[in-house]
Structure formats: C-alpha cells, structure tokens
C-alpha cells in the first residue's frame, strides 16, 4: 500500500548523526521530493494555489512598499555570532543584502552580474507596529571597497565582477567578518561565455561603528579565497560550467566545541551530464508498485540536476584557512540547487534548511520556489525531509497543474504570487525573512526588490507549519528582521 493513492512511498531517513567528518552523505530522494506532487491538488483550478495551506507562505499584496528607492535588494542576511544570534550593535540592528542600482540602464533580471553586498541598519528594540510600512531601513552603502573584491582573480580579463551571498559573523571588539561568495564572469559582447564563470568562497575582514546617527563600516579591503570547487567532493567550473558553488554559512556545533563549520550550495563533483544517478538517489522501496527505472529517468535527463549542499571546517581560529568534507546532502535527479543553506538548531534537533526553485527540479519532480527543509540529531545525520517526507517547508502560492512561468513573464494560469518572495533565511525563532520578486499576471505584475513581509513557521520535529495567528493572516512587517540579542556570545 501506498500512502497517496498512485503515488510512490517516500525514502525511509533514520534521523542518525554521523561524525561531521564522516563520508556520509544523505539524499533527497526521487520518492522523497515526489511527496510535493501527491500532495497537490489536481483540481486546483487556474490562479489558485494547489498546495496545502500549512506549507504556503500567505499571499502578499501588489501594493507593498519599496525598501529603498535608489537600490533592488534582494538576498538579505543578519549581524550574527557562531550560533545564529542576531546581534544589535550599540541600539542598532544591522543587515546586510546584494543590492543593485535601480538606475543603471539594466534590468532586474541583471541584477546578478551587477550585485554588491550593501548593508541597511534600523534602531533596535522598536516594534513593527511603530516603524515606517517598509521596516525602516536606513541605506549604508556597499560594505565592501569599490573594485576591492577583485583582487583574488589573477585573470583580471573579466566582463564582470559581483559579490553573491554569504554571511557576515560578529566578534568582540566591533570586529566583523564577511564569509561570501566573489564571482568572475568571462562573457562575449553577444552574453555566451568566453571562459566559464568563476564563483570562489572568499572572507574579508572590517570593523563595525556606531553613533547616535547611525551604523558605518571601515575595512574589508583585504580578500581571501578560501574555497574552490575540488572536483571531487564538489563539482568545478571545468566538469559544468554551469556550475552552482556559493553562499557561505558558518556556524559553531555544541557537540563539537571549537570547531567552526560552514555549509554551502555545491553540486555533485560528475562531468556534466553522466548518467551519474543511482538507485539509492531515486530511494524507492523495489517493491513499491509506483517506483521508477533509473534508465527511464536519466533517458528523460534528469541528471542535469545534481544539486548538494557542502559542509567545510575551519583549520584556524581566525578563520582563514578551511578545507573540505563530504556533502550533507545531495539531491541528484533531484534539483541542481540547494542555495543558501544554513543549520538550525531547536528543540535538540538539527535542520538544514536551503531554497530553491521550481525551475531548477529534475524531469518529472515538480515543487514551488521557497524553503525546504531535512531534520536529524547532528550535523550530518541521516536527514529526513520535512513535512510528510516531502522536504517543502514554505513555498509560494503555486498551482503544480498549470506551467511555471518566469517571474518576467508570468504564466496565464499561474498563481499570481508563485514567484512573489524567494532567498528566505530563518531566523530565531522561526521567523522568515526574503525578498520579493515579482506579484501578478500577465497583463499585470510588479517585480520586487524589496523585502517581503516577515512569516513565522511553527517548526517541531519533523513538521512545520506556517502561523496564520501572527500578523496580518500570517503575514508580518516588512522587513522585519529583529535582533534577539544585543551582544555577542558564544565565539
Ligand atoms: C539566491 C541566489 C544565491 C546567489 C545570489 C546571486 O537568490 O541565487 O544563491 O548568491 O542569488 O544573486
């Protein structure tokens, strides 16, 4: 029998720690992620979502205001300390996005070869319900120097150079560091590359200041590359030029004191279209009467999807030299991103959460933009996916029955809001903050740039479930991305 009529069973995880330095590495099975399928409803009809409610971030308005008006903002972090406290500094709370001019001459969806990491502060302590209908940021600037983080590539022939997402972990003294992700592109006038992209995981150092006026930075001049693909645990720009490695997250493990781990999004280390897939990957019971054949779906190219999410350990404490560990996860024939990732621990359990998106699934997997999530006791465990074995925790409204879409071009039948927020990042307590990326339909959308309200997600073993007491309907302010601490512990 099979819990969803016609539908496989998923994969059984066991929740089993392994030593982070273990070659262990979990899946995201086939039969786990087709959990997302049988639970959408067939008969959802056209602009409705087909997902259920309690995974589905609530709708938000057209009419949302604009963080800043000079910039797009679009991944967004916090001022953190090793176990994902978010730090006030002096009475002010501090984030940090990829922004881009809005200005410029290019479009939105150009924004990635043009991004910079800028940083926002607000006065701390001050509820939502008194801040301006944005959240109340107040613009910096760019964090980093101009023309600063090129120093890493010798190859300086690039026609672009951008900063992608990352981290950024507070230190006594005011002492900040910056974990990211320094990205090359070699490209022809005509946009097809001249040599393939070359995303790096690199650290810079600065300082943080304040006064009554507000929140500045000095340093972060000086850049380290820390990490590049190795072929091997991690595929390189070599095997797929196409390939996903970026945004660091460092964090520190209670059960492995002076340790400083990081995860990451990486892809399976496979030439680019190998038939590399196997049976564990798809997870099937072999008796299960809905399973599929490897050859049927690798015959239909599902592995062009070889997504994982790395882990490293850091080989001093200044955190400057790191090398890598076997994958937490990997999704192959699954997705070909797990982006973002990032460790939450609660209720003596660990999640790994990451986003990612509709487009990105493997021939015959389906699933919406937003969060997913897998539990288990450690670091690297034997995770379980989230939610009836499916790993969705927070998607937007999507209609599965009706084509995706793109958030330039949305789909007639769509949902109006399937691309309305993306790069959530969970926070203490449950809370969820992203971005907005675009809300409507054809004859009428709004593309973002903006932060989207904050959601709460109820998160207990291994379910969660979107709070609809909180808010608006479930829907919180704008941008609020509260501090829940005012200083530094634990590093
Ligand atoms: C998520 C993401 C990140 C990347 C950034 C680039 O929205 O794809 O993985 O760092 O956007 O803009």
Request: charged share 20%.
């Amino acid at each position: 029998e099979t819990r969803t009529p016609g539908f496989a069973n998923p994969t059984t995880h066991s929740q089993r720690a392994f030593s982070p330095y273990a070659e262990f590495t979990s899946r995201w099975t086939r039969a786990d992620a087709m959990q997302i399928k049988a639970m959408s409803d067939p008969t959802a009809p056209s602009r409705q979502s087909s997902l259920p409610a309690r995974y589905t971030m609530p709708a938000i308005p057209q009419s949302f205001p604009d963080t800043n008006k000079r910039v797009w903002v679009w991944d967004t972090w916090t001022l953190t300390d090793a176990r994902s406290n978010q730090i006030s500094y002096r009475g002010w709370e501090v984030i940090f996005s990829l922004v881009a001019d809005r200005d410029a001459g290019y479009s939105f969806d150009e924004r990635h070869t043009h991004a910079r990491i800028g940083y926002f502060y607000r006065k701390a302590g001050v509820p939502a319900s008194q801040r301006p209908a944005n959240g109340g940021w107040k613009y910096g600037g760019h964090l980093v120097p101009d023309g600063a983080s090129a120093q890493i590539f010798t190859d300086k022939s690039f026609s672009s150079q951008t900063e992608w997402s990352g981290s950024t972990r507070i230190f006594t003294g005011g002492k900040v560091q910056l974990f990211y992700t320094d990205v090359a592109f070699y490209r022809n006038a005509d946009g097809t590359d001249r040599k393939p992209y070359d995303p790096r995981i690199t650290t810079s150092l600065g300082k943080i200041h304040a006064d009554a006026r507000g929140v500045w930075f000095t340093g972060f001049g000086k850049h380290k590359q820390l990490l590049v693909p190795d072929g091997n645990y991690y595929q390189d720009n070599q095997q797929n030029p196409y390939v996903n490695f970026r945004d660091p997250f460092t964090f520190t493990d209670p059960r492995h004191p002076g340790k400083t781990f990081m995860v990451f999004e990486g892809n399976t280390a496979v030439q680019r279209g190998d038939r590399a897939c196997t049976g564990a990957d798809l997870g099937y019971d072999p008796r299960d009467p809905y399973k599929e054949s490897l050859q049927t779906v690798m015959d239909d190219g599902a592995q062009y999807q070889m997504g994982n999410i790395g882990l490293a350990v850091a080989d001093n404490k200044s955190l400057t030299k790191w090398h890598f560990l076997a994958p937490l996860l990997s999704a192959n024939c699954v997705t070909d991103q797990m982006e973002r990732p990032q460790i939450y621990i609660s209720g003596g359990k660990y999640y790994l959460f990451t986003i990612s998106h509709r487009s990105t699934y493997a021939h015959g997997l389906d699933g919406p933009d937003g969060v997913y999530g897998f539990v288990g006791k450690g670091v690297r465990s034997d995770f379980e996916p989230l939610n009836r074995g499916s790993g969705l925790a927070l998607g937007n409204p999507t209609n599965l029955n009706f084509a995706p879409g793109t958030p330039y071009a949305p789909d007639y039948n769509q949902s109006p809001y399937a691309y309305q927020s993306y790069s959530h990042y969970v926070q203490p307590g449950g809370l969820v903050e992203s971005f907005i990326d675009s809300i409507g339909t054809p004859d009428s959308f709004r593309r973002g740039g903006s932060l989207a309200p904050t959601v709460k997600l109820k998160i207990s073993g291994a379910t969660t479930a979107v709070d609809r007491t909180y808010g608006h309907r479930g829907l919180g302010a704008y941008g609020d991305i509260p501090a829940n601490r005012t200083t530094p512990i634990n590093y």
